[in-house]
């Protein structure tokens, strides 16, 4: 009962460094967004792909890129890593997503916590 | 611009009572989805209970029930009979319905300790 598997779960990069953050749902989710949770806030929306083939911007976009490789997976890629990206990570799927499907919820993976020295 | 509010930092309840986390929230569309999410120590996100702005009733899932008040714009979570298990940060979120798709806006969360 994996749900939403996130590789690695702890990272330490220096600055200027590339990365890429793995992320795959085994539940035939249409929909999975990238979150970033910095402390004392909620988490912020850096991308998300609403289904297979598409990805969109959400609203911490700069510093990241992200690839739907198929329905299953959605990857992170810090091309230059900055200490100001030193976050925890969370991959999340859902059933599918529109304007007239938003009572989805989201499911979570267990997170990946970032340090960019 | 939709918003989350939650006003409560931290909360303390004691073991078997019932607590409150207050969550209101600002949104100009008449369609959306309100969410509560646990985060316990250990970091993952669990997911505890919905609220749709067109349900008539309040939600409830097992201990956990939401006060909707759609007028106040708020959805507080209740957890009745409290368990040293529910210690942990929860968030409330909400999702648009109109022009937010992928969008969920969470709030900055209540960290709650059940004293023993």
């Known amino acids: 009962n994996a749900g939403v598997t996130q590789t690695p779960k702890f990272q330490v990069l220096k600055t200027g460094q590339s990365m890429t953050l793995q992320c795959a749902q085994d539940?035939?989710?249409?929909?999975m967004y990238w979150y970033r949770q910095d402390p004392g806030m909620g988490l912020r929306l850096i991308y998300y792909?609403?289904?297979?083939?598409?990805?969109d911007k959400g609203e911490v976009p700069n510093g990241y890129n992200v690839s739907r490789l198929n329905k299953r997976e959605f990857s992170l890629r810090l091309e230059s890593a900055a200490p100001s990206q030193t976050s925890v990570y969370f991959c999340?799927?859902?059933?599918?997503?529109?304007?007239?499907?938003?009572?989805?919820?989201?499911?979570f993976g267990d997170g990946t916590r970032l340090s960019i020295l | 611009a939709q918003k989350i509010t939650q006003t409560q930092p931290g909360m303390f309840v004691q073991e078997k009572e019932a607590v409150t986390l207050d969550c209101t929230y600002d949104?100009?569309?008449?369609?959306?989805?309100l969410f509560w999410y646990k985060q316990p120590s250990s970091g993952e996100m669990i997911f505890l209970i919905y609220?749709?702005?067109?349900?008539?009733q309040n939600a409830t899932e097992g201990r956990y029930s939401l006060n909707f008040q759609k007028a106040r714009k708020s959805a507080n979570l209740v957890i009745s009979a409290s368990q040293l298990g529910d210690s942990a940060m929860y968030f409330c979120?909400?999702?648009?319905?109109?022009?937010?798709?992928?969008?969920?806006?969470f709030g900055q969360g209540t960290t709650l300790q059940v004293k023993p």
């Open positions: 949104t100009s569309d008449p369609s959306y989805g």
């Open positions: 979120a909400m999702r648009g319905g109109s022009s937010n798709t992928g969008k969920l806006i």
């Open positions: 792909s609403a289904s297979e083939g598409t990805t």
């Open positions: 609220q749709g702005s067109y349900d008539q």
């Open positions: 999340a799927s859902s059933e599918r997503d529109s304007a007239t499907a938003f009572n989805q919820p989201q499911h």
């Open positions: 539940m035939n989710h249409n929909s």
